[in-house]
């Protein structure tokens, strides 16, 4: 049975060796500046691939990456900085995309990796396994993804609730992540993250979050040691980090954003200038990020209390 399986895994992983054809997200925009949670002036473009995660699995990949008008990769700053992507439990990576497509405006490479019945915690390294793929197949030649990313550009991992979870053992396992972001989610009691230091932590939930509530995020954050930044998003609940949330999941949330474009920008304003601070060692986001001076937040804690 295993013979057959790595037969046909092989042949989809030939076929896939190129990601098929890009599909076009969002078009370059010039004018754009990417500031105050604005999407930034690249286009975006998806290729979707099979990687081998295990002898004998396999998992996909979604690969957001700026791209000029014809979905090919822009290759003026390149090679790009990765954020690496966690989906919620039982919750699919397409419905993180809105985000994922406004962090690759902006310069960066988002991989999101699939997991078994949509639960991170059951593959949690499967989005390592995505980032040496990636990393193999943008430094071959042949690859139109050529050159989109090296290992002399940082990793940042990121995870919404149960996928937040993993992301903690994904930062603990690979020291060369140098950034963590939990959205509406605080690290598992069995993670010993107090030992983990010397790398930045950003953790956010919603206002109205009543999956992960600010006090309980808050006491998961108080964990870490070393530089982390704490805030809460103004009336944002737990599934507005998602699209297309369902009755059932609402039924277990607090109050929906009422205007959640304008909730979400202020959500990317932070997230923008932390990413920019971490991985690409902007002063300037450096600056905001020390302050704290964002629209739309109701509690802004810097460092962890350790």
Same mark, same amino acid.
């Given at each position: 049975?295993?013979?057959?399986? &790595?037969?046909?895994?092989?042949?989809?992983?030939? $076929?896939?060796?190129?990601?098929?054809?890009?599909?076009?997200?969002?078009?370059?925009?010039?004018?754009?500046?990417?500031?105050?949670?604005?999407?930034?002036?690249?286009?975006?473009?998806? =290729? =979707?691939?099979?990687?081998?995660?295990?002898?004998?699995?396999?998992?996909?990949?979604?690969?957001?990456?700026?791209?000029?008008?014809?979905?090919?990769?822009?290759?003026?700053?390149?090679?790009?900085?990765?954020?690496?992507?966690?989906?919620?439990?039982?919750?699919?990576?397409?419905?993180?995309?809105?985000?994922?497509?406004?962090?690759?405006?902006?310069?960066?490479?988002?991989?999101?990796?699939?997991?078994?019945?949509?639960?991170? &915690?059951?593959?949690?390294?499967?989005?390592?396994?995505?980032?040496?793929?990636?990393?193999?197949?943008?430094?071959?030649?042949?690859?139109? $993804?050529?050159?989109?990313?090296?290992?002399?550009?940082?990793?940042? %991992?990121?995870?919404?609730?149960?996928?937040?979870?993993?992301?903690?053992?994904?930062?603990?396992?690979?020291?060369?992540?140098?950034?963590?972001?939990?959205?509406?989610?605080?690290?598992?009691?069995?993670?010993?993250?107090?030992?983990?230091?010397?790398?930045?932590?950003?953790?956010?939930?919603?206002?109205?979050?009543?999956?992960?509530?600010?006090? =309980?995020?808050?006491?998961?954050?108080?964990?870490?040691?070393?530089?982390?930044?704490?805030? %809460?998003?103004?009336?944002?609940?737990?599934?507005?980090?998602?699209?297309?949330?369902?009755?059932?999941?609402?039924?277990?949330?607090?109050?929906?954003?009422?205007?959640?474009?304008?909730?979400?920008?202020?959500?990317?304003?932070?997230?923008?200038?932390?990413?920019?601070?971490?991985?690409?060692?902007?002063?300037?986001?450096?600056? &905001?990020?020390?302050?704290?001076?964002?629209?739309?937040?109701?509690?802004?804690?810097?460092?962890?209390?350790?």
């Amino acid at each position: 049975m295993k013979i057959w399986f &790595l037969i046909c895994f092989s042949a989809l992983f030939v $076929l896939s060796a190129c990601g098929g054809a890009p599909e076009l997200l969002l078009s370059p925009a010039a004018q754009q500046t990417g500031v105050e949670g604005a999407r930034g002036p690249y286009g975006v473009s998806m =290729r =979707r691939w099979m990687f081998q995660a295990r002898i004998t699995e396999g998992a996909q990949v979604d690969v957001l990456y700026p791209s000029d008008a014809q979905g090919e990769l822009d290759r003026t700053k390149a090679p790009y900085p990765v954020v690496l992507f966690i989906h919620g439990g039982l919750v699919r990576a397409v419905r993180y995309r809105w985000l994922a497509q406004h962090i690759a405006s902006r310069g960066y490479v988002v991989l999101m990796s699939s997991h078994l019945a949509d639960l991170a &915690l059951a593959q949690s390294d499967n989005s390592l396994f995505a980032l040496d793929d990636f990393r193999k197949r943008t430094s071959n030649r042949q690859s139109p $993804l050529y050159g989109a990313h090296d290992t002399s550009q940082p990793v940042a %991992v990121m995870g919404h609730s149960l996928g937040g979870v993993t992301s903690v053992t994904d930062w603990m396992v690979r020291k060369e992540i140098k950034g963590l972001c939990l959205l509406g989610a605080w690290p598992a009691s069995s993670d010993p993250i107090e030992i983990e230091a010397t790398r930045s932590v950003l953790s956010l939930t919603g206002q109205h979050d009543e999956r992960s509530t600010p006090a =309980r995020v808050l006491e998961g954050f108080q964990q870490f040691k070393g530089e982390g930044y704490y805030a %809460v998003i103004d009336d944002m609940n737990h599934f507005d980090w998602t699209d297309n949330a369902s009755a059932s999941e609402l039924a277990t949330d607090g109050p929906a954003a009422k205007d959640l474009a304008q909730s979400r920008t202020h959500a990317q304003h932070v997230i923008d200038s932390w990413l920019d601070m971490v991985l690409k060692n902007d002063s300037a986001a450096q600056k &905001l990020i020390e302050r704290g001076a964002f629209k739309g937040i109701s509690s802004w804690t810097k460092g962890a209390v350790q």
